[in-house]
């Protein structure tokens, strides 16, 4: 920030838009909205104050007149998986309440309605409404022996204590091939004794042979990594556990996780979770025909939220939904309606790109909810790169000029009409241009009859060596094709998703391209010292704030105070490392270079290329010491595009890569993608963006809706030919012509 001044008019809709890295969230999340948190929390006594999450007084001479503030972040919802749309949105202890006072027969108390209670939960499955059991083909080679590590799972194969009791135990022959076994030997591995008998077999301790029970590879898997919490283990997650087992719905509570008895409980015929199932329009009809005064007012209290939600295009969902399926657009907007329930007003909404991930219909939806909110006498502060939600604004404020170092002013402050000579003013009266010469097709991957969640058994031919856009509405299917389908077929496939990577303030740019190890060998052979000397998590930490840059002293119960460490001036490395140099330069002062002069800087081979993916994804302004934490949201998704770029491969699959980006960053973009196809690779994006989309040589749309509505392939062709179709797409790309035209 470059000591910047602002005044914000209230009751408005203003957007906050700049090249990515130019100082918006600075502004909004770091200023603003922290200290409009901080003295919020002003009003509550000490006692309480210490139980609240604690906000640093933001870097301001003067803030004056904040209201209180409901921000909506990018991030995406987290969620264990029993996380469903019901839960996260609140609704589904309300249903529970409902079924507890009116169900019929009655039951008992909601909690009884619940999979996680000791009642509630179905005895079969333990609440999670699926068996899991081990699969033998998965956890067993049958073609290799004991010894060449036939039990593929690692806790049971030879490398472990059990692999190597199977093998010593005198039981089973462990150079012999699995297949070779006789039947009633095959039975005693996989199995265990028959009913009834104990097998023993010796373990062989310091003490001596000890005798253990054998029970059999697929019982003890069971008992061990399925009947128990995983998560306690060491060096086994849940990941691993369900690599090598199938799941099933469960037969006793049909996938609900419930115990029969409160399925039987039902209102107007419909049990608790045939009300789970039920799409959230018809799920409203359900609730709006409840007559009995105790019940409607239970209703009463969760229908607004369902309201919310099929005006924001989600009608389709169940509450029984999972969460982590959602897509992106999906997930957006679900945790925009959760924040829209409340009847406050003079509130500032605070929105961080919320058009991520949406296509341009629902970004129409979104433009109506934010006018909507901004009527019921709410300020509305929207960071924003998208042209629609751009022109809707009552005032403009542009960061930049350029990002990182070149950011932080405000460049321009006022309406649409008024801006000229920005970045934001030239893409306004710029072109979408449709590519006219696509490339020509000279072979295909091929799907056949992908049927994985809502896709309706299609196939389809995806060109090779092409740049192809795969589009349509949030939930039409994208994902599950390309994502699940594809990936499947084709699981050499490069695959770039739209999870967050793990930021902290201890990684940098250069630990997460996987050069500082290069840099610090590179110091360790100039000088003679060890590596761990120009680490700042190592041995070349500063000993006061032991490699952090900052201290944080304990000010009791006053506001956090971060204060830079006297002692190494915020470099995080002590004198002695600072003491040594490599081409006149000492650690910092190469942790310093930006991208582009570290190209220059350095000679060797691994340096410069992967320095040249950062600089092509338009990343060469940044330090390559920068935080990966400081990073805005538009950069962290080009490292991110970047870390996967360096690898060499053939088939690359972006889920949605300009998120965050600014239309000048999309320009990068897609020249990269350009190149990448002309140096023999096949690049497949999932995007909704329009300049995108007409930049492609072959575009695939699906759809026609979302959920149940889509699944299905309704346009296959050029970017041209998609001028003359009639999908929701269509209509976008041709307006997008003609108003640029």
């Known amino acids: 920030m470059k000591n910047i001044d602002l005044n914000i ?75 469903t749309l019901g839960t996260y949105m609140d609704i589904h202890p309300l249903i529970r309440l409902l079924f507890s006072r009116i169900g019929k027969p009655s039951i008992g108390s909601a909690n009884d309605f619940s999979s996680q209670s000791s009642f509630g939960r179905c005895p079969k499955c333990s609440g999670f409404g699926e068996v899991i059991t081990p699969d033998s083909n998965k956890i067993i080679d049958f073609d290799k022996s004991l010894r060449d590590y036939a039990v593929k799972f690692k806790p049971l194969s030879p490398s472990g204590w059990q692999g190597r009791w199977m093998m010593t135990g005198g039981l089973f022959d462990p150079d012999l091939p699995i297949k070779d076994y006789p039947e009633e030997k095959l039975h005693m591995l996989l199995y265990g004794p028959l009913e009834g008998e104990k097998v023993f077999a010796p373990f ?54 419930l115990n029969p008895k409160v399925l039987e409980c039902k209102i107007n015929g419909l049990n608790i979770a045939e009300y789970d199932q039920l799409e959230l329009t018809d799920l409203l009809e359900e609730l709006r025909k409840i007559k009995d005064s105790m019940g409607e007012s239970i209703a009463q209290q969760a229908i607004p939220s369902l309201i919310q939600l099929i005006e924001m295009g989600l009608g389709y969902l169940s509450l029984s939904r999972k969460m982590g399926s959602l897509s992106g657009g999906e997930a957006q907007r679900v945790k925009i309606a959760r924040h829209l329930g409340s009847s406050l007003n003079n509130i500032t909404y605070i929105f961080d790109e919320p058009s991520a991930g949406l296509h341009p219909e629902e970004v129409d939806l979104l433009i109506q909810m934010l006018k909507s909110i901004k009527a019921h006498h709410n300020t509305v502060v929207v960071i924003e790169h998208d042209l629609s939600v751009i022109k809707v604004a009552d005032e403009i404020i542009e960061m930049g000029l350029g990002a990182g170092v070149n950011g932080g002013e405000v460049i321009y402050q006022g309406t649409v009409e008024g801006i000229k000579n920005t970045p934001t003013a030239n893409i306004i009266s710029g072109h979408l241009k449709i590519n006219k010469n696509p490339r020509d097709i000279k072979g295909y991957f091929t799907i056949k009859r992908a049927s994985n969640n809502n896709l309706k058994n299609i196939s389809v031919n995806v060109p090779k060596n092409v740049l192809v856009s795969i589009c349509g509405v949030s939930g039409s299917g994208k994902s599950s094709l390309m994502l699940g389908a594809f990936t499947k077929s084709y699981p050499e496939t490069i695959m770039v998703e739209q999870g967050s990577i793990g930021i902290s303030s201890r990684s940098t740019l250069a630990t997460y391209m996987g050069i500082m190890d290069d840099i610090r060998s590179i110091f360790s052979n100039e000088t003679g010292q060890p590596a761990g000397l120009f680490s700042f998590n190592s041995l070349g930490a500063c000993p006061i704030c032991n490699g952090k840059g900052v201290v944080t002293p304990d000010v009791a119960f006053a506001d956090p105070v ?66 990966t934490s400081s990073l805005s949201g538009g950069e962290l998704q080009r490292l991110k595009l970047a870390s996967h770029l360096q690898k060499e491969g053939q088939i690359y699959l972006l889920d949605e890569p300009s998120l965050g980006l600014h239309k000048v960053d999309n320009g990068h973009l897609v020249d990269l993608f350009q190149n990448l196809v002309d140096r023999g690779n096949s690049v497949i994006i999932i995007e909704h963006n329009l300049d995108f989309i007409a930049a492609s040589d072959w575009v695939i749309e699906l759809g026609p809706g979302g959920g149940k509505q889509g699944g299905q392939i309704i346009f296959e062709g050029t970017p041209e030919e998609m001028l003359n179709a009639e999908t929701l797409t269509a209509k976008w790309l041709k307006d997008g012509v003609r108003s640029h035209s």
């Not at 200023?31 to 870097?59: D, G, K």
């Open 562 to 627: 971060t204060v830079r460490c006297e002692a190494c001036g915020g470099t995080k490395y002590s004198e002695g490392a600072l003491s040594y140099r490599y081409q006149g330069k000492n650690i910092i002062e190469i942790l310093d270079l930006t991208i582009d002069e570290f190209i220059t800087f350095f000679k060797q081979q691994k340096l410069v290329k992967r320095g040249r993916t950062l600089k092509d994804v338009g990343l060469g302004y940044l330090t390559i010491g920068q935080t």
């Open 204 to 257: 062989h301790t310091k003490n001596g042979p000890q005798p253990h029970e054998w029970d059999g590879v697929l019982p003890r898997f069971t008992r061990l990594y399925i009947n128990r919490d995983v998560s306690k283990l060491k060096g086994v997650s849940q990941d691993d556990v369900l690599a090598v087992s199938t799941h099933s719905l469960c037969p006793t509570c049909q996938g609900s996780g």
């Open 9 to 83: 008019p209230k009751e408005k809709i203003i957007v906050f838009t700049g090249l990515s890295g130019s100082g918006k969230s600075s502004v909004v999340f770091d200023t603003i909205a922290t200290e409009s948190r901080r003295q919020m929390t002003l009003n509550y006594p000490l006692y309480v104050r210490n139980q609240m999450p604690r906000y640093e007084r933001p870097h301001a001479d003067l803030m004056q007149n904040l209201s209180p503030v409901v921000v909506v972040e990018q991030r995406q919802i987290g969620g264990s998986s029993r996380s």
